[in-house]
């Protein structure tokens, strides 16, 4: 852009310029320098068609509130007869937990689809940083999870959860979800990319039922079998609701966070390889 | 003027109208959507989510309410929920193959030829109860498995299948509409959860209606998946007298609520697909 000649030359013709240095841009494509703003602008594209789909705003707004106020009224009194605490403690993070793992289908969806139409392509043969496409993914999935977790946190207030520890705990607890919620994203990602596109929300919807149905948030841990009691208590979805128990009531906090953050790290780290792998194979289709 | 339209006619390459089968034409398009399922896995995770869903209800709800509702045994209680959640599941996964057909253009494809205009939904429809059909007898498996049991006869048994059968058909006729309204396959999925999970929770498939909130009770005893819930357990019977008699105060509520609700779908499914021609 510097080198712009003072000459004011034909439009028709490419300026002469020896060493074709003109075509060489001063960043790299592959710099931090261009990665972050074009993270940024990749984000804000997500967000933007998502804000504008009714089916997303129905399924992370409505569907979540509708969802905890159903258990609450189900569940509520029987939890705490039994627990002798609020059922709301384990619903509220349950309820923002399964918002943020079915979501996760529509972003695994909607990738497929923009490697059916070549948009994927399109992003990579023009001068991008290439981690800046699946980076931004991921990004847009944790602002979206965390979105969802205020918005069922503003319906938990309102059937009485409370804070008892503290505006710092409060923000801590607000992304919990996202840390694991992100991770399990980038693992429905990477099934999206290497099968076929019916397969997806159905394995995606069996594997959010089985970390629903077997977690402390749905009932209590003494309410399951002897056998399966040390599955319940030792996934990831009960770690993470255990956390934010323990950030919103009280209870322990530091080894739930420190199992949350090792189940995430695991499911990237197995991801990470074959997730890269897939999109970059997408990229480079038709 | 003649003249001219003589030319036009001889420009475009006439042919006879070819014979066409209506009944072959509804086996392909319905083979066109059964033998992928084999294949894909759908069929597979299908099984399966039957299978986590009688789990996920029973193990951990057993023994909060097993001691509140008032059937021999829990298993005989939950299962008709688990029954309907499965075909429920199944008409999502409907629903999603009829907005994926609707976004890829084949309806507009099959539009332009010589197929009766029914015949797509038809086959799509066949389809669906194919997969009722898996999902009826998984369930009913997985039901038998935690200890649910007939008690009524043949014909009861009969019915059974036959309400599930209907409902099922409901279901799939309104998530057809809904895949073929939203042409959105992402939609698809949450659009149908909603109000599974909601009135799926807030049924008197868990627990019986007197454990709700005086509020909420007058919602929960007549919305379908309860009034589904109470023919299906009478049909399904049990060993006690606290099982819903097989009477027609009992079946109606269900079956006006299945051929109502199937009915408004097929005249709203008319509609739409008109508006898109």
Redesign the interface.
């Not at chain 2, 976004?103 to 205009?117: C, D, E, K, L, T």
């Given at each position: 852009m510097a080198r712009s000649s003072p000459v004011q030359e034909p439009v028709t013709q490419a300026p002469y310029r020896p060493g074709g240095r003109h075509r060489v841009a001063r960043v790299w494509e592959n710099s931090p320098r261009r990665l972050v703003p074009q993270v940024l602008v990749l984000t804000v594209r997500i967000l933007r068609r998502w804000s504008r789909?009714?089916?997303?705003l129905?399924?992370s707004l409505?569907?979540p509130a509708?969802?905890l106020?159903?258990?609450d009224?189900?569940f509520g009194?029987?939890?705490k007869q039994?627990s002798g605490q609020s059922g709301l403690y384990g619903q509220v993070p349950l309820v923002a937990l399964v918002g943020g793992m079915?979501g996760a289908?529509?972003g695994a969806?909607?990738v497929m689809r923009e490697r059916e139409v070549g948009l994927l392509a399109r992003f990579w043969v023009v001068p991008m940083h290439r981690a800046g496409g699946l980076l931004s993914r991921m990004l847009a999935e944790a602002i979206r999870i965390v979105v969802i977790t205020l918005v069922v946190m503003g319906v938990g207030m309102a059937l009485g959860f409370r804070f008892h520890q503290g505006v710092l705990a409060a923000i801590a607890w607000a992304f919990m979800p996202a840390l694991f919620g992100v991770a399990l994203s980038a693992a429905v990602l990477t099934l999206a990319l290497f099968?076929?596109?019916?397969?997806v929300?159905?394995?995606t919807?069996?594997v959010v039922?089985?970390l629903?149905?077997?977690s402390i948030g749905?009932?209590p841990l003494d309410?399951?079998?002897d056998w399966?009691q040390p599955f319940v208590e030792h996934q990831p979805v009960s770690y993470t609701i255990k956390a934010m128990r323990g950030l919103s009531l009280d209870g322990p906090i530091a080894e739930p966070v420190l199992f949350t953050v090792l189940w995430s790290v695991g499911i990237f780290a197995v991801c990470a390889v074959p997730l890269a792998i897939g999109y970059r194979r997408a990229s480079r289709r038709g | 003027m003649t003249g001219s339209l003589q030319a036009t006619r001889s420009a475009v390459p006439a042919a006879a109208r070819p014979r066409v089968n209506p009944i072959q034409q509804w086996w392909v398009l319905t083979v066109r959507m059964i033998i992928?399922t084999l294949r894909?896995?759908?069929l597979a995770?299908?099984i399966?989510?039957s299978m986590?869903?009688t789990?996920?209800?029973y193990?951990?709800?057993k023994?909060?309410?097993g001691q509140?509702q008032p059937l021999s045994s829990y298993a005989q209680y939950l299962t008709p929920l688990i029954i309907l959640q499965a075909i429920w599941?199944a008409a999502?996964?409907a629903a999603?193959?009829a907005a994926?057909d609707s976004v890829q253009g084949i309806n507009r494809r099959f539009r332009a030829m010589p197929i009766p205009a029914i015949m797509p939904l038809a086959s799509r429809l066949t389809a669906s109860m194919y997969r009722c059909c898996i999902a009826l007898v998984v369930s009913v498996g997985c039901g038998h498995v935690i200890g649910f049991r007939f008690h009524g006869s043949v014909l009861h048994i009969l019915g059974f299948a036959g309400l599930v059968l209907l409902i099922g058909a409901t279901l799939a006729v309104i998530g057809d509409l809904i895949g073929i309204a939203?042409q959105?396959?992402?939609?698809?999925?949450?659009?149908m959860?909603?109000p599974q999970?909601?009135l799926g929770?807030?049924s008197v498939g868990?627990?019986p209606v007197d454990?709700?909130?005086d509020w909420?009770q007058g919602f929960v005893r007549n919305q379908p998946l309860s009034q589904w819930v109470y023919a299906l357990q009478a049909l399904a019977g049990d060993t006690t007298d606290a099982a819903p008699k097989v009477t027609w105060a009992v079946m109606t509520p269900s079956l006006i609520w299945a051929i109502g609700a199937g009915a408004l779908a097929v005249v709203l499914h008319r509609i739409v697909s008109r508006r898109r021609r």
């Amino acid at each position: 852009m510097a080198r712009s000649s003072p000459v004011q030359e034909p439009v028709t013709q490419a300026p002469y310029r020896p060493g074709g240095r003109h075509r060489v841009a001063r960043v790299w494509e592959n710099s931090p320098r261009r990665l972050v703003p074009q993270v940024l602008v990749l984000t804000v594209r997500i967000l933007r068609r998502w804000s504008r789909d009714p089916a997303t705003l129905v399924q992370s707004l409505v569907m979540p509130a509708g969802f905890l106020i159903a258990l609450d009224i189900v569940f509520g009194d029987v939890i705490k007869q039994v627990s002798g605490q609020s059922g709301l403690y384990g619903q509220v993070p349950l309820v923002a937990l399964v918002g943020g793992m079915t979501g996760a289908i529509i972003g695994a969806i909607s990738v497929m689809r923009e490697r059916e139409v070549g948009l994927l392509a399109r992003f990579w043969v023009v001068p991008m940083h290439r981690a800046g496409g699946l980076l931004s993914r991921m990004l847009a999935e944790a602002i979206r999870i965390v979105v969802i977790t205020l918005v069922v946190m503003g319906v938990g207030m309102a059937l009485g959860f409370r804070f008892h520890q503290g505006v710092l705990a409060a923000i801590a607890w607000a992304f919990m979800p996202a840390l694991f919620g992100v991770a399990l994203s980038a693992a429905v990602l990477t099934l999206a990319l290497f099968s076929s596109s019916t397969l997806v929300p159905q394995a995606t919807d069996i594997v959010v039922a089985v970390l629903m149905f077997f977690s402390i948030g749905f009932v209590p841990l003494d309410q399951y079998p002897d056998w399966l009691q040390p599955f319940v208590e030792h996934q990831p979805v009960s770690y993470t609701i255990k956390a934010m128990r323990g950030l919103s009531l009280d209870g322990p906090i530091a080894e739930p966070v420190l199992f949350t953050v090792l189940w995430s790290v695991g499911i990237f780290a197995v991801c990470a390889v074959p997730l890269a792998i897939g999109y970059r194979r997408a990229s480079r289709r038709g | 003027m003649t003249g001219s339209l003589q030319a036009t006619r001889s420009a475009v390459p006439a042919a006879a109208r070819p014979r066409v089968n209506p009944i072959q034409q509804w086996w392909v398009l319905t083979v066109r959507m059964i033998i992928p399922t084999l294949r894909n896995g759908e069929l597979a995770t299908q099984i399966i989510g039957s299978m986590v869903f009688t789990v996920g209800y029973y193990l951990p709800l057993k023994e909060m309410m097993g001691q509140v509702q008032p059937l021999s045994s829990y298993a005989q209680y939950l299962t008709p929920l688990i029954i309907l959640q499965a075909i429920w599941f199944a008409a999502v996964s409907a629903a999603f193959r009829a907005a994926t057909d609707s976004v890829q253009g084949i309806n507009r494809r099959f539009r332009a030829m010589p197929i009766p205009a029914i015949m797509p939904l038809a086959s799509r429809l066949t389809a669906s109860m194919y997969r009722c059909c898996i999902a009826l007898v998984v369930s009913v498996g997985c039901g038998h498995v935690i200890g649910f049991r007939f008690h009524g006869s043949v014909l009861h048994i009969l019915g059974f299948a036959g309400l599930v059968l209907l409902i099922g058909a409901t279901l799939a006729v309104i998530g057809d509409l809904i895949g073929i309204a939203s042409q959105n396959p992402e939609a698809t999925a949450p659009m149908m959860l909603v109000p599974q999970l909601t009135l799926g929770l807030a049924s008197v498939g868990l627990q019986p209606v007197d454990r709700f909130p005086d509020w909420i009770q007058g919602f929960v005893r007549n919305q379908p998946l309860s009034q589904w819930v109470y023919a299906l357990q009478a049909l399904a019977g049990d060993t006690t007298d606290a099982a819903p008699k097989v009477t027609w105060a009992v079946m109606t509520p269900s079956l006006i609520w299945a051929i109502g609700a199937g009915a408004l779908a097929v005249v709203l499914h008319r509609i739409v697909s008109r508006r898109r021609r």
